[in-house]
């Protein structure tokens, strides 16, 4: 009895998947034109992005990097001026963003901009290009937000400059850069008078980076703040 039940549940559970089977085969059948024209459709797309990256997007990159070569050499030279805005038929950095927007070139471009903008005073202008730049980069991107935190130094806004300093070092730690930027993050704490934060990060050069040169000085400068904390 047992048996004849398991079968007849079997035989219905199959005549189920059979239903829903000649259902999906009609749907097909009955949709068989849109199914097409949509996958017609996303090849499409696929072949476009493809050959958009072939055609376009890899000589346009050339163009652009070929394009920067001087006002890179301008930069090396601390020619800023001629670096942002070119010279004679050699394109600046800002011609770059607008010539060849979607390269990596111009992207590049920003940061070199916002550094160029910083070491001309331009705090404004340097702060625009420069929180417009990201990258996976680990020197460039540390370097990119620690040249933030000085234009925020610079207009005395110490909380974003920290807060770039900080996230220059959690975002991209490395022995380089780290501890020049803890060091800076220290010095602007200071001058914000919040002196156990700049204890902590003088302390945190103490511990992870002794042998770099910013850890051979840095007992001066935490026997400085434990000073001025003991005075308060």
């Known amino acids: 009895m047992a048996k004849k039940k398991d079968t007849a549940k079997a035989e219905k559970n199959l005549g189920g998947i059979e239903s829903a089977l000649t259902r999906s085969e009609q749907f097909i059948e009955d949709n068989q034109k849109v199914l097409t024209n949509a996958l017609i459709g996303v090849l499409a797309i696929v072949l476009l992005i493809v050959a958009g990256n072939r055609f376009i997007l890899k000589p346009k990159n050339a163009e652009a990097a070929a394009s920067m070569y001087m006002a890179e050499s301008f930069f ?120 156990e934060g700049a204890l902590d990060v003088y302390k945190r050069i103490q511990s992870d980076y002794p042998d770099s040169a910013e850890g051979r000085e840095i007992e001066k400068y935490i026997g400085r703040v434990e000073a001025k904390i003991s005075a308060q």
């Open 76 to 195: 090396e030279l601390d020619s800023f001026n001629l670096a942002l805005y070119g010279y004679g038929t050699y394109p600046g950095f800002l011609d770059i963003i607008d010539d060849y927007s979607i390269t990596k070139s111009a992207k590049l471009a920003k940061y070199y901009s916002g550094v160029c903008f910083k070491e001309l005073g331009d705090f404004e202008s340097a702060e625009e290009y420069l929180s417009k730049f990201s990258t996976k980069d680990m020197l460039v991107g540390a370097t990119a937000l620690s040249a933030l935190g000085d234009v925020y130094s610079e207009l005395q806004e110490y909380n974003k400059a920290i807060n770039s300093y900080l996230k220059a070092v959690n975002k991209y730690p490395n022995s380089f850069t780290t501890p020049v930027i803890l060091k800076k993050a220290g010095i602007v704490y200071e001058a914000a008078g919040e002196l």
